[in-house]
């Protein structure tokens, strides 16, 4: 469906055309002042210049063949020449039933969808997940959702940090604590064994004191680069550890970013970029575009306007090692390869802005993307807590991922119990407060800017008022609950029934209903989930008015009653699909 302000642009500049003015004044806009109107044109303005004459002037005329229009019920010329416009209630009511009998709610699908590939999560294999991650998987979850509602082919990409000095530090750890294991007898020839010898919480335990330990002992550390080295250079019985690794971890990980609804296509790791690594030095290197600087291998990404230093893009290291940036090249290569995107977008803390400036240059010079492929960086904030500073567990240590869940399900499980008055049996009682949880975690993130830092308020983020999640999700219930009713009745819900808005709340609700494809078209413009927030609050609140004021299950005109229960169907299913978006569901009652 066409978006509700290009049909009204259509009809204000076929008016412009009209009188004789050029169309590109026609342009309509939402109103800034909405006391007055809800569309406004200031075209008038620009064109009173073109024709020499007073905007006033313009804005009359055109007022003047507005009224033929079926699409406004009040169009005024106010000075000093503004077009004021009020939409007419029957042209509400036909857009939002054409929506309603949609399953897409009047949302488009791309016309030419476009590969995407989202890297997100990037957690570190063998380290727990901690509140640091969370943002990524939060952000690039509803990133791709949005992506696939709009109609393109995303593939969301983990891109686990599993090839470096931590699988060294493991082994070493391990070869310390249990030497006689089959991976550390140098003349062993067998298979070795499936099963790991470590459990995900041995290993979460190995690594931090691994990494203590090498922090003072010099030898310790000389021994895991060692350890390093030989499992990125093929030695047998640590590659079979890293293997070991890597399933431990991904199994616990697969388990915590479920518990978060969040799901990857690809398993990916830095490790499966490594074997592109020689042909990509080589191709740098024959193009010309890497050279030798104080004994590193680097290309030059600087240019002309950059107002900020920007480094040369290090390729090798003097001693031949490589770097993040090299696994990043390297990752790009196997994309391009095995996908083919025709764009990349990394979702990723903001603080590594500079090396994906480095990257995306280094790839584009170097003609690893094509010119048409996209390389988008999405930098997010900081995740503070109410101290300003960054999150912390009440003793101050890292906080990990799954205590700040358990312990925002508490507080809402403490609010379900409160609110409900005892009434939700126990079981049910923890389930929704999961539901609504994740709501709270998710939309207090996802409601700011993803570049802003924010400050993660346990209180605020578990309201049932203001702007929340779980204000939206008790939105949400109380239409369910008003549509279980009117089913209780002995009626159902129809699709074909939304009235004539009476009444400018009803009305404003309409309007905002109206808006769902041109928020969804837009959050995806710029990649920004916190566009869909600011729709959904902002028509969460509309319904909410409009249910204060409006008796629904009682209005006693049947053909009234079907309009209002319509209107009610149509905000639930909008603010479904954006919740889905969003990453996160709504319960049954809470
Ligand atoms: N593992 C990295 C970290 O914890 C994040 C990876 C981001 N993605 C990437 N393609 N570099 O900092």
Redesign the pocket.
């Known amino acids: 469906m066409k978006k509700l302000l290009d049909l009204i642009t259509e009809e204000v500049v076929k008016a412009f055309v009209a009188c004789g003015y050029e169309r590109e004044y026609g342009k309509v806009t939402l109103s800034n002042r909405p006391d007055l109107c809800e569309y406004q044109c200031n075209g008038s303005m620009a064109g009173a210049k073109k024709y020499h004459c007073a905007p006033i002037q313009i804005a009359t005329k055109v007022v003047e063949e507005l009224q033929k229009s079926a699409v406004f019920e009040e169009a005024l010329a106010v000075n000093p020449g503004f077009i004021n416009l009020k939409v007419s209630a029957s042209f509400v009511q036909n857009y939002l039933r054409e929506m309603l009998a949609d399953e897409r709610l009047g949302c488009e699908k791309a016309a030419e969808p476009k590969t995407m590939i989202i890297?997100?999560?990037?957690?570190?294999v063998a380290k727990p997940l901690h509140v640091?991650?969370l943002r990524?998987a939060i952000i690039g979850e509803s990133v791709k959702r949005l992506g696939r509602f709009v109609g393109h082919r995303v593939l969301g990409d983990i891109?686990?940090?599993d090839w470096g000095l931590q699988m060294g530090l493991i082994i070493t750890e391990l070869k310390k604590r249990k030497p006689d294991l089959p991976y550390f007898d140098e003349s062993f020839a067998g298979a070795y064994p499936k099963e790991a010898p470590f459990t995900i919480s041995e290993l979460e335990e190995i690594y931090p004191a691994a990494s203590k330990r090498s922090e003072k002992d010099e030898a310790y550390k000389e021994e895991a680069m060692e350890a390093t080295y030989l499992v990125q250079h093929g030695h047998r019985g640590y590659q079979a550890v890293l293997r070991h690794i890597l399933e431990v971890s991904v199994a616990d990980l697969k388990k915590n970013y479920a518990n978060l609804q969040v799901e990857f296509d690809l398993w990916k790791g830095?490790s499966d970029a490594q074997p592109y690594i020689p042909g990509l030095v080589a191709e740098l290197k024959e193009k010309g575009f890497a050279y030798e600087s104080e004994g590193a291998l680097v290309v030059d990404v600087k240019e002309d306007t950059d107002t900020k230093e920007v480094p040369p893009c290090m390729i090798l290291k003097s001693d031949g090692a490589s770097l993040?940036t090299t696994?990043?090249l390297a990752?790009i290569v196997e994309r391009m390869k095995l996908y083919h995107p025709d764009e990349i977008v990394?979702?990723?803390?903001k603080r590594?802005e500079m090396?994906?400036v480095q990257?995306f240059r280094c790839a584009r010079r170097t003609g690893l993307v094509e010119s048409e492929t996209g390389l988008r960086f999405l930098g997010f904030g900081t995740m503070n807590g109410t101290d300003g500073k960054p999150f912390k567990t009440r003793e101050g240590g890292v906080m990990r991922l799954e205590h700040l869940i358990a312990d925002i399900n508490e507080e809402m499980y403490r609010k379900i119990v409160e609110n409900s008055e005892g009434e939700i049996p126990e079981e049910e009682a923890r389930e929704t407060a999961r539901i609504v949880g994740l709501s709270a975690i998710k939309y207090g993130d996802l409601s700011n800017q993803a570049s802003k830092d924010y400050v993660f308020d346990v209180e605020r983020f578990t309201s049932f008022e203001g702007n929340t999640g779980p204000y939206i999700l008790y939105t949400i219930v109380r239409i369910k609950s008003i549509l279980n009713k009117y089913r209780e009745m002995g009626f159902e819900p129809e699709d074909g029934a939304i009235g004539m808005p009476k009444g400018e709340t009803q009305k404003s609700l309409m309007l905002r209903l109206a808006r769902f494809n041109g928020a969804v078209e837009n959050a995806f413009e710029e990649l920004a989930p916190h566009k869909i927030c600011a729709y959904i609050y902002e028509l969460a609140n509309g319904f909410n008015k409009f249910y204060h004021e409006t008796k629904i299950l009682k209005e006693e005109d049947e053909s009234t009653r079907e309009g209002l229960i319509a209107v009610s169907l149509l905000t639930e299913r909008v603010l479904e699909t954006c919740i889905g978006i969003l990453g996160f569901g709504a319960p049954e009652r809470m």
């Open positions: 890297d997100y999560g990037g957690p570190n640091g991650h990524s891109h686990l940090g830095e993040y696994t990043d990752t990394y979702v990723v803390d590594q090396h994906f990257v």
